[in-house]
Structures are given as C-alpha cells and as structure tokens.
DNA sequence: TTAGCGCATCTTTTT
DNA sequence: GATGCGCTAA
C-alpha cells in the first residue's frame, strides 16, 4: 500500500464518534462470536464495513476475512465502501455471495469430488430442462410431474442437505411424495443428480450442497480452509439456509470468529430454504455470543418508521426489537388508487413527475417497488410517455435472453464438453438439419457404448451412417477448432469473438433485419464487449474462458451491463431485489389481494407472515415519501381481472395514511395490452373487451368488505360494480377455481373468476 | 426427418 | 407475455 492510499484509513476518531453506543460496541467487538440484529435503516452495512476496516487496521491480513453476502450488489457495494476506508487492500477480502464464493473453492478443489475445474454451472433453466427430459424418458405424465414442481422438492431437498439416497430411504418424504402422487421423485432426484454429475455440472444448490460433502468427506481440505479464515462475517443472516449455515459453523469452528448479522423482521427467502431457526440455534452453537441490537433507524421518517411497525407488529413469530427514530416525521402515507393497471401507471408516473417539479428532485430518488416482475409493464409505458428514465432490476435478465444463452451455450460446451444442456441448445443452431430424433439416436447410440455424447459426435462415422453425418461431422470439426483456440492460450475475448462469427450466430442475427433481430444482434455485440471488459480488467488474475463462464454463470440481473454515465432513472424492480437499499421516494404498487400478499403463497403455505415481512421490508425502503397503489382491475393473460385492494392496506395503522389525498384519475382507458407480436395478438382480439367508464370513486376510510363468497345459478339477475346489470348464463367450478360467465347490457359477455368478482346478487 | 405454424397452458420471489 | 407441444407440409 503507498503513502496516499495509507492516507485514506480513517483513524479511529473519524469513525468511532460518528457512531451510536451498540454501533460502536459491534465494530470493537475482538475475537468470539458475535450477533447482530440490526433492524432496518440502522446502519447495518457501516458497521460491518468499519468492523472489516478495522480489523485490518489492527493487522488482520486481508486474505483471511471471508465475508458472505446474498447478492451481487451487496457485495459489491460492501466491497466499494471498505475499499474506501482501508484502500486497495480491501480487493483481497474474499467477498461475495455464498455462490460465487463457494464456486470459487469449489473449483480449486473440484478434483476431489470428482469434476474438474471446468465444471458447468446450470442456471434454472437447465435444470429444469434436464428434468423435462428424464421425466419423458420415464414415461412419466408431465402433468402430474411438472418441471418446476420436481425441482422446487429436489432443490429443497439439497437445500436441507438431503442426497437422492437420503431421500429415497427417508420413510417420511416418501409418505409426504405418495401422499401428493408423486412417489417417483426420489429416483428422478437421482437421475437427475446422476446426469448432472456425468455432465460435469453443478445447479445452484449444488454449490452449496457439494461444499458440505467436501467439507465433510474430506477434512484436509476444511482444515486448510478453516485455518485461512481467521474472521467470518455473514449478511442477511435471516437468510442463510441450513446449507449455507453449516458451511459458515464450520468454517468457523476453529478461530470462533463469526459474526452475523441479521433481522428477523425482514427474512423473506423461506420459499428457498431460509430459516429463521438459525438465528435462534446460532445462541445454542455459540452460547458465548454476544449479541447486540441496532434498533435506532437513521434512514426513514417517523411517519414511516412507525407506519412499518404497525404493520410487522401483527406477526406473532419475532424477536423482542424496539426499533425508533429520531428523525422529523415527516408527510402521511399518499394512497392511490386506480381503475386499470395501465391508469395506476400513469397516476405513479404523473405523481413522480410533480414531486420532481416540486422539489427540484432528481429520477434517481424514486423507485417503484412490486410484487412480481410482470407488473413493471404499465409503469414502463407511462413514464415513457412522460419521458422521464428508468432502470428495470430484474425480471428478464440480460444473461437469460435466447441469444445471449445460445452464445453462452457454444462457450460452455466449448470449455466442457460434457455440458449436456449446453449441447441440446447449439446442436441445431443455427439450423444445421439435425433435429429431435438425430439428437435422440446420438444419445442412444452414447448410452449403449457407454460413452460421453461428445465422443459419439466426434466420431459419429463409427456410430452412424446415412444423411445426417455430414452437418454432425461439420458440428464436431467446428467444436474441436475452438478447442484449440482454447488450448493455445488464447483469452476469453478472442476466443468468444472467433466463436460468435465462425458459429454463424452473428450473421445470423445480422440477416435478420427486424428491430428484434438488430436488438438480438447488439445484445450480442454487448455480451463480447462485457467479455472485453472482463479480459481488460485489471482485477480479474485469471483471463480464459472458463473463468469467464464461473464468473458470468453467478451474475443475475443486479450486474446488467451498465448504461453507465446515465445513472438519474427511476428504479423499478420486485420488493425482494430491493432489500439493502434505500430510496428518497418509494411506490408500493399493486397492492391487493391475491397479487400482494400472493395468492400462491397463501394457497400453498398458508404463510401471511412473510409476505408481511415482505411488505415491511418494501416500506422501509423509503426515507422521506411513501407512496402505496393499486388498480380495480388489471391485464392477466390477456384477460380482465377484476382485484380487490390488499388486506395489507388496511393493516397500517390508518393514522399515517393520508386518506384526504387518494388520488383518482379519470377513467378513459383504452386498456390495449401492449403487443409485442403480431401472433398473440391474433388470439388476444377474440377476448377483447369494451372498457366501461365511470365508476365512482370509492374511498376505503372504514375498511374493506373481504372478498364474498357467491351463491351463484345459471339466470341470477347480477349487479356489478363495474360492468353494470346482467345475467349470468354459466356457471363453472373447478376445482377451487370458481368461474361466471355473465351476460352485461353494457359490455356483452364476461368470464369472471367469481373470488375477483364485485358482483352483487338482485333478488 | 425437419421446420413452421397454431394452440394451449401457466405464471412469485433469487442464487 | 412466453414457452412448449403437436400437427402438417415439404
């Protein structure tokens, strides 16, 4: 470190005073365990920064911190604010999310489980294509086997360190797989986990699952790592799994230097595994922990503080927390409410517009936080029309576009040949005249040999005559070619560029001349360029493809590409991506019933008190404004949902709303889904409704009426809020799906979902 | 045997 | 809005 960096510590004074008492205590804490709960807003991310900072200042080597984070951003930006408090030094903390952390010792030692360090990484997508196909070689009804569904069992399995044998023999799970018909799971979790491994492949909860088995099968390796970590610091502690927990307690068991820091209120990830238990089992593994509670926020307004606690207050399972503040307390809680999703756009956007006129703010102090990542679509229309910029987090991601995967694909299969799914995606593309069964047969014909499929494809002369060998003979001689390119050293810059032409992917795309084409096509320029970056980058030590591909196969949509220079947008993005930040003026939009909280949720896990969390976690994003709205109906599928607002609305202590400002703009909504393909359009036209206008505004001052359940019958005279008087002239039960089809004198026929429906029966 | 088209189905959240 | 599946023409 030179004279200037040396410079930038911070000395003691500088940091310590600018702290509160259990601040302070948290950052001096020395050697043992230590918990922190740190409610939102109180400065949870300083104080592990001053901590790291300072125990490098009292010469901790940096190299023997490890600090676990969740996301890319957190550790990104943790990674930023130490760099400047501490200077260069700070780049040699191993940091980052339990992924890529994991992925990186797992890729030292992958021998010992028998991959190579080349191993591929299968994002969701491949897994759940992986399975589709075994299922189909079962014979089994993918109707009762769905992808996702035997994936979500096998990942929570993994999750709780569970193997396919584990689970076979678990009297337990095969009762609770019998009892849902799906008593075939534990042997698809096997093959499943078989053909992974002869794939060279890890999901994502292999990363965590096979560290476990090394750490457990192999105690050299956790020595050499639990010697090297002196200090571990966990973030988001509310968060971590089982999986993720043993990791840490053992890592730790040596120096019993960990510290985690968590809030309970704000653990939102159960439906991946989180448990809460950890914070509670954490005091019985450590009984010498301390632990100490940051319970004074700095980030929001009374208003808001206490409008967040009214709401959490009403879960029964929660650590004793007083959280407060003594900032001003600031305006009441606007509420909008809107007729049509795309108006609830627009009275967002108009709203953003004003206060920026009115305060002289700027886009970057806005975000508009949701419940899924569908709903961004109307937000997008209406501040473009307003022209005021915006950022999307999420949703489809960058690294999850066809193009990019299908070029990501050839470099996986380039650096791993074994890379299953990887082959299913470029074998044909572009189209070469190899189709499902050529594919099916070259399976076959490596199966009965007992041979990888690249060594089939390879030699496919000796597999196979007829048509087909030639464009699978050009396929092999293609992929050898870049082999070389690989083994000549070259980096993954130059190999990539050479791959994206000589594949043919980019004429390609280049001959396609419509604006999806030409945007295909850049995105593709875009990933080269991120490539260029990633070989040009000073702090990437390792420069080939294959640490090319670890690296790119961990980032999601927080590491998009940046537009850099151009950073004052509105955010827009789901209320989980956006835990850990802040923002001077929060929307929370969509807000009602079966959207937020999710009717999924509440259908399949009976489980009001995370979305609440969830709802908690929104609010307290905010610092100065807060702005809460929903829509009377909305697109879904191309169809007319009729909503009710969100329980949630009314369990904020109504002192802190401003229910004088509900806002209501006027109804004359032509409510066009937007079409992005000439195709779906065809089919979207015979749903079509006419939008009724006019209804009158409603102000829930006293509450709402909970959704009524209908004694409905064919030829019941009806009255509805929003379509006027008709007639119902079916009736359909499905299931728990109950469905009027009613006849309007206004609007013609209407297919209602009856729990959605405003319909009031005339006797 | 492959490529292309129309149809049906399913939607939570993230690494 | 997106994706998979199955039918049909070449």
Redesign the pocket.
Known sequence: MNQLEKHTILNHNDYLSTLNDPQREAVLHGEGPLMIIAGAGSGKTRVLTYRIAHLIENGVDPFRILSLT????ASGEMRHRIEGAVGTEARNIWMG????VFAKILRIEARYLGYTSDFSIY???DSK?LL?SII?EYNLD??TY?A?VVFNRISGAKNRLVSADDYINNPAIQADDEAAKMKEIGRLYKTYATRCFQANAMD??DLLFNTNVLFRDFPDVLYKYQHKFQHVMVDEFQDTNVSQYLITRKLSAVHRNICVVGDDAQS??A??GANIENILNFEKDFPDVRTIKLEQNYRSTGTIVNAANSVIARNKSQLKKETFTANEEGSLIDVLKAGSDNEEGRLVATAIFEEKMQKALRNENFAILY????QS?SFEEALRKLGIKYRII???SFY?R?EIKDLLAYLRFTVNQRDEEAFKRII?LP?????????A?IAVAASENDLPIWDVVANIGNYASGR?ITPIDQFATLIKSFKILVEEGKDAYEVAAHIAKASGILRELYEDKTVEGLSRYENVQELLNGIKEFVDNPESEDKTLSAFLQSVS?L???DEPDDNNDNDRVTM??I??AKGLEFRNVFIVGLEEDLFP?Q??LE??QDLEEERR?FYVAITRAEKRLSFSYAESRY???RLKMCEPSRFLLEVDPKFLNASRILHGPERDSSQ?????A??L???KSTEYKPVSNVAPHIPSEGFVPTDTFDLAEGDKVEHLKFGFGEVTKIEVNGSDRKATVKFDLVGEKTLLLSFAKLRILK
Do not use: C, E
Request: charged share 25%.
């Open positions: 969740f996301t890319n951003k999310t339990f992924h890529s994002d969701t997508d294509s589709r189909k993918d109707k769905k996702n994502f909860d939102i990830y439906f991946r419940r899924t990542n569908a679509r999420g949703g489809q999850q066809k044909n189209k070469r005249g190899i189709g499902d069964s050529t594919v047969k087909t961990l999601t949509n927080a993005m789901t989980h991506s999710s999924m949720m399949s896990r969830l879904q599928w191309g889904p937007a079409a992005s393909s195709r779906n065809v089919q979207r």
